[in-house]
C-alpha cells in the first residue's frame, strides 16, 4: 500500500511539471516563480521580443527558440537590474527556458 502512494505521488509530480513546461508563456513563469520572483510570475504580462527575435533569427531557428519580454520584469536583488529577456527553446514537446539577458 505505501509502496503504491509513492509511486502515485511520483506521478503525479512528473505530471504537473510536464504540465508546467507544455506552453512557452507558462514555462517562462515557471521559471520566474522558481528563480525567486513568485509575484512576477504572476503579474507579469509576456510579449514577443521583436528586437532578439528578427536579429536573431537564424540563431533561433538552428535551436528551435523564440525570445520573449516580460512586460512588469522581477528586480534582480544584487545589481537592481530588471530580468526583461528569456529565450525559451522547444525539446521535443517541452519548453525550457533561460534568462537572456539585456543583450
Do not use: C, W
Not at 514555462?27 to 516563480?33: D, N
Request: overall charge positive.
Amino acid at each position: 500500500m505505501r509502496n503504491k502512494r509513492g509511486g502515485v505521488a511520483v506521478a503525479i509530480l512528473i505530471a504537473v511539471l510536464l504540465g508546467l513546461h507544455s506552453t512557452p508563456k507558462l514555462a517562462l513563469r515557471t521559471f520566474v516563480f522558481f528563480t525567486g520572483h513568485p509575484i512576477a510570475a504572476v503579474t507579469t504580462g509576456i510579449i514577443d521580443d521583436e528586437y532578439h527575435n528578427q536579429v536573431d533569427k537564424e540563431a533561433f531557428a538552428r535551436i528551435n527558440a523564440k525570445a520573449y519580454t516580460l512586460t512588469k520584469p522581477p528586480v534582480e536583488r544584487a545589481t537592481q537590474g530588471e530580468l526583461r529577456n528569456y529565450l525559451v527553446r522547444k525539446i521535443g514537446f517541452l519548453y525550457v527556458v533561460e534568462y537572456y539577458g539585456e543583450l
